[in-house]
Nanobody, 116 residues
Framework: EVQLVESGGGLVQAGGSLRLSCAAS????????IGWFRQAPGKGREGVSC????????YYADSVKGRFTISSDNAKNTVYLQMNSLKPEDTAVYYC?????????WGQGTQVTVSS
């Protein structure tokens, strides 16, 4: 059974940092990509970042470039999203999925709230 479990969300002041984790099980991570997405209240889903398990290539949305870093620990089947210089507009529920484009399996999400 494929499972994704996000953790690491919380409340942080603007300018602060958080590291999200996406622990994956039930599949071989090397064969997949893991994408991070977010959805703020009243807004649509936004792709934030993605990493391909096969070659480690990464993607970032323009809104987070230079502030967020995606990485993976293939031995632990875990993908991380290091978020620095957080802004109030980063407030959202963050999800990870087994696809860079929003398909595949999804986790339950973790709330990130950035106060001004």
């Amino acid at each position: 059974e494929v499972q994704l479990v996000e953790s690491g969300g919380g409340l942080v002041q603007a300018g602060g940092s958080l590291r999200l984790s996406c622990a994956a099980s039930g599949f071989t991570f090397d064969d997949y990509a893991i994408g991070w997405f977010r959805q703020a209240p009243g807004k649509g889903r936004e792709g934030v970042s993605c990493i391909r398990g096969s070659d480690g290539s990464t993607y970032y949305a323009d809104s987070v470039k230079g502030r967020f870093t995606i990485s993976s620990d293939n031995a632990k089947n875990t993908v991380y999203l290091q978020m620095n210089s957080l802004k109030p507009e980063d407030t959202a529920v963050y999800y990870c999925a087994t696809d860079c484009h929003g398909g595949g399996y999804w986790g339950q999400g973790t709330q990130v709230t950035v106060s001004s």
